[in-house]
């Protein structure tokens, strides 16, 4: 039978049993509907939880200084270590894999005006690496501190947008002069808007970022509040981590396995968990949708079993006139392969329309946006392919085994 012949008989067959017919579609398009649907908000669930944990930067480890809780060399448990600038150039010198890092102080309750606004918000002295660890992007036309603001001490600040708006309005912000306790600094760039779910300290968007030389300077701090880097194998984590405790520990002189002497925060450990929890999350929607997606192959295979039954006269006298097995199997698995097409198509075309509504929801910051990639795509695919294959196969053997004879007898 040529496939003109076949779209032929299948329309007729599809119009004499519309309402059976429908229902079977129905079913296949209900199931492509949930496997689109649940993969595409999963997806996006995990692309937003992404961007809201590295809006505090990607795969950087925080060095918080802490006290030790066991005597060592002579001294006491309980003595408390404080980091200083030379720290982080000792461990960038000693462990090869650290391709960043910098110190970090931080001050509270120092008082900031511009004009006739004041505030009281977090001020940050960091380095040039800092910005690009901790995801401090400049808007346009602004930068971020330099290393020449670094060496020379430059009264220069980079502000979080959300301050920039407190102190200016929609006023410019580029070039203006802000006092930082009396001191006036000038704005060199405002940050550009980022989601972030978590901090060490406060909202970057509330933060202003000086050169940690010109915070030393003005505010006469010796020690840091911490110390924050990056490293170029997420494979070396451990390695890394006992590096960085044998180091300061000979710093310091406290026991490397005193590990309460400080505390490491490395994100890339968030980053792995995400990984194995969103890769159970989407098999576990998958499955969902799958499920129903296997009911309605199996409503296919139930109505290809009645078609073979109400065609069994037909089928002899087509094996009558010398048509093979193999015609018959093809017949019936193109017929099973046209409803789940049919209605895959109809599926797809609603879940398209049902993810574009739902990026007009203001639900972007809370579940993501949710977006049909081509993995959900090829999982549906693959899906689709392997229900058909089985409503098919099984109504159609049966088709095609049946004996010429025993058919014909029947219409007799």
Known sequence: ???????????????????????????????????????????????????????????????????????????????????????????????????????????????????????????????????????????????????????????????????????????????????IAQSPFTIVGVMKPKVQNSSYGSRDEDCIFIPNTTYQSLFGDVYLNNLIFRYDDPEASEFVTASVYNTLSTIHTFDPTDQDAVFIWDTNEMDKFLNYFFIGFNLFMGIIGAFTLTVGGIGVANIMFVVVKEKTGEIGIKRAIGATQRTILGQFFLESFAIVMIGALLGFLISVGMVELAGLLPIEQEVGQPEISFAVVAVTVVLLSVIALLAGYFPARKAAKLEPAECLRQIA
């Open 1 to 179: 039978m040529s496939i003109w012949a076949f779209l032929q008989q299948f329309w007729v067959d599809l119009k004499a049993q519309k309402l059976r017919s429908t229902l079977t579609i129905l079913g296949i398009t209900w199931g492509t509907v949930s496997v689109v649907v649940l993969l595409a908000f999963g997806m996006g669930l995990e692309k937003q939880n992404r961007k809201n944990m590295h809006g505090m930067g990607q795969g950087i480890v925080i060095l918080f200084p802490n006290q030790t809780t066991k005597p060592y060399k002579g001294y006491p448990d309980g003595r408390r270590i404080r980091f200083t600038p030379r720290d982080a150039e000792i461990l960038e010198a000693q462990i090869p894999h650290i391709t960043s890092i910098s110190p970090e102080f931080r001050r509270y309750g120092t008082p900031v005006r511009y004009k006739n606004n004041r505030t009281l918000p977090n001020i940050i002295g960091a380095n040039e690496k800092y910005g690009e660890m901790r995801n401090i992007i400049p808007d346009d036309g602004g930068r971020y501190i330099n290393r020449r603001d670094v060496e020379l001490r430059r009264r220069v600040a980079v502000i979080g947008d959300k301050l920039k708006t407190l102190l200016m309005g929609d006023a410019p912000a580029i070039g203006e002069t802000i006092y």
